[in-house]
C-alpha cells in the first residue's frame, strides 16, 4: 500500500521569506515521489521529481525536494517566495510494484504570499 | 493544442441525468487518467488507460461511472442518474507510457460538474 501525508493544509508566507512545505510518504518498496502545483482554474503542473537518483531534487521556479527515506519525508523548500508562488500544492507517491499505475496524492497544501 | 484539452470546462446538471466528460490527450501520449477532485477529499483516482490494454478501473466509485478511450486518444467519462455527491472537478492527465515511461503526468484544467 501507499499514502502521502501533507502536514499543513495551510501555509502563509511573506513574499522575500523561505518556504517549506512538508509531506511524509508510506511505500512498501522504492517509491517514485513528485511534486505537482495547481494555480486557481488551472491543471496540476510537475514542480519536480525523484525518481532514485540524486535525493536533492531541483525543480522549475527554485523549487527543490530532499528525499530522506530515514524519514519518509520529500518536503519542498524555496529560499524565497515570490507573489506568483500563491498556489495549492500536491506530494504525490507512485509505487509500481505497489499500486500499478495509480499516483496517490497528498491533501494538497494552499500557499498564501504576503505582500 | 498542445496540452491537455477537456471539455465541458463547467457543466450545470440535474440530479438523475447523465452527463459526458470529455478528455483529449496531447498526441503520442499512451498513457490516460481520470481523477475526481472534490472539496476536502484531494484527489481521487477514477480510472487508468494503457494503449491497447484493458483499463484499470479500479478506482470507479460506483457502476453509475464508466469510461472509455476510442482508438487510443480521446477519452469520455460517463456518469450516469448523476448524485450531489458526484459535484466535483473530473481531471483528466496523459503520459508517455505512464508511470514505467517518465512518471510525469499533463493535466488538463478540469471540468466542474454542479449536481443540483
Known amino acids: 500500500a501507499q499514502s502521502v501525508t501533507q502536514l499543513d493544509s495551510h501555509v502563509s508566507v511573506s513574499e522575500g521569506t523561505p518556504v517549506l512545505l512538508r509531506c511524509n510518504y508510506s511505500s512498501s518498496y522504492s517509491p517514485s515521489l513528485f511534486w505537482y502545483v495547481q494555480h486557481p482554474n488551472k491543471g496540476l503542473q510537475l514542480l519536480l521529481k525523484?525518481?532514485?537518483?540524486?535525493?536533492l531534487v531541483k525543480g522549475i521556479n527554485g523549487f527543490e525536494a530532499e528525499f530522506k527515506k530515514s524519514e519518509t519525508s520529500f518536503h519542498l523548500t524555496k529560499p524565497s517566495a515570490h507573489m506568483s508562488d500563491a498556489a495549492e500544492y500536491f506530494c504525490?507517491?507512485?509505487?509500481?510494484?505497489?499500486?500499478?499505475?495509480?499516483?496517490?496524492f497528498g491533501g494538497g497544501t494552499r500557499v498564501l504570499v504576503k505582500p | 493544442g498542445a496540452g491537455v484539452s477537456q471539455s465541458p470546462s463547467n457543466k450545470v446538471t440535474e440530479k438523475g441525468k447523465d452527463v459526458e466528460l470529455r478528455c483529449d490527450p496531447i498526441?503520442?501520449?499512451?498513457?490516460l487518467y481520470w481523477y475526481r477532485q472534490s472539496l476536502g477529499q484531494g484527489l481521487e483516482f477514477l480510472i487508468y488507460f494503457q494503449g491497447n490494454s484493458a483499463p484499470d478501473k479500479s478506482g470507479l466509485p460506483s457502476d453509475r461511472f464508466s469510461a472509455e478511450r476510442t482508438g487510443g486518444s480521446v477519452s469520455t467519462l460517463t456518469i450516469q442518474r448523476t448524485q450531489q455527491e458526484d459535484s466535483a472537478v473530473y481531471l483528466c492527465?496523459?503520459?508517455?507510457?505512464?508511470?514505467?515511461?517518465?512518471?510525469?503526468?499533463?493535466f488538463g484544467e478540469g471540468s466542474r460538474l454542479t449536481v443540483l
Open positions: 492527465a496523459s503520459s508517455f507510457r505512464g508511470l514505467q515511461g517518465t512518471g510525469e503526468l499533463f
Open positions: 504525490v507517491v507512485s509505487d509500481f510494484k505497489a499500486a500499478g499505475n495509480k499516483l496517490t
Open positions: 525523484y525518481t532514485s537518483a540524486a535525493t
Open positions: 498526441s503520442g501520449h499512451t498513457a
